[in-house]
């Protein structure tokens, strides 16, 4: 039985391998950054950085570092606790009215990553009788949180808005008590943005709740950095906002849910993974408050940021490359064939620039891209050198 076991264990390897989905990870001996060393066919190397999610390009900043290492100093290292039992201090507290106070919502409350706080969010919020309508593309923490809930669950077509209408129809015409429409505030795959002007005023028809998962978004998108809710003018519509610690907002970890003052109360009493899972450590919240304070006065990141996008898609498009349209820092360079993509972003490693490709099943089936994604850190130099080497690899595979 046991080697049964470990022989299927074999097979379910080569067959990741085989199908050429077998992931790789490769070592950096450096802050993240817009420029990082990695180990490169036998070698350390300084290469350009487009696939962090490191958007405002805080994951090294230097005042973070300082934050963490006196909030250690002052606090310790860890908290051997979850939060009920002993481990919230005043930082805890802190940051979660920080993080409400920010995006405009009366309280959140801290998990250990935004997969948890999404894994956690729905179970204790609907029953059986209440009905999720989740968009197709929703994160896969979604979809697994979404299978821990008992609620009847529906799925509309990414961003269809008469899908949605369909949907909210079905689950009214199924009874539904509540009804929660679930979608990502931004697609990461192609860098869209959902319509959330449209699901809102789909939401007011229909008596619907609205989440939004923000994690590619918060800090960076729409004005003050306060996310696709505001950017698409319906903030104080959204009842229920999640999002992490772990990308623009420092690149640490953790992840966070807003909503009510109640909402929040009630997760604390029954979200499972916050409940069994402890406490994040104090050097993170230190930093996350000077992330806040960073933020707050972080138009020039902004800014400099969505340069460096306008910058590179510019270059990008007259150097004759296929690019997803779009508004958003992560910008999706068309290859078409898997194989190609692959190769095309080794060649680029070979060139210094360090891109990934991705390919079916994360994106459909010829539609295999590199997913470039911009950093405030990148200087222009850096940008231009970057759109140098793919067009010198582009030339070279026949692509342009
Ligand atoms: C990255 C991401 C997450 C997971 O965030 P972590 O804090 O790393 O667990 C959840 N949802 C979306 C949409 C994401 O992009």
Redesign the pocket.
Known sequence: MREEFYARINATLEDIRDQGLEKVEREIKSPQGPEISVFHKGEHRRVLNFCA?NYLGLADNKALVDAAKATMDEYGYGMASVRFICGTTDLHRRVEKEIADFLGYEDSILFA????A?GGVFEPLLRAEDAIISDALN?A?IIDGVRLCKAMRYRFVNSDMDDLEKQLKHAGADGARTKLIVT?GVF?MDGYIAKLDKICALADKYDALVMV?D??ATGFMGAGGKGTPTHCGVADRVDILTG????ALGGG???YICATEKVVHLLRNRARPYLFSNALTPALLGATVKTFELIRDGDGLRQQLFRNADRFRAQMEKAGFDLLPGEHPIIPVMIGDAKKASEMAAALMDEDVYVTAFSFPVVPKGLARIRTQMCAGHSDEQVDRAVAAFTKVGKDIGLI
């Open positions: 999610n990553a935004c997969f948890d999404n994160h923490s990502d990461s998962d994690a590619h992490t610690l772990g990308k970890m953790g992840g």
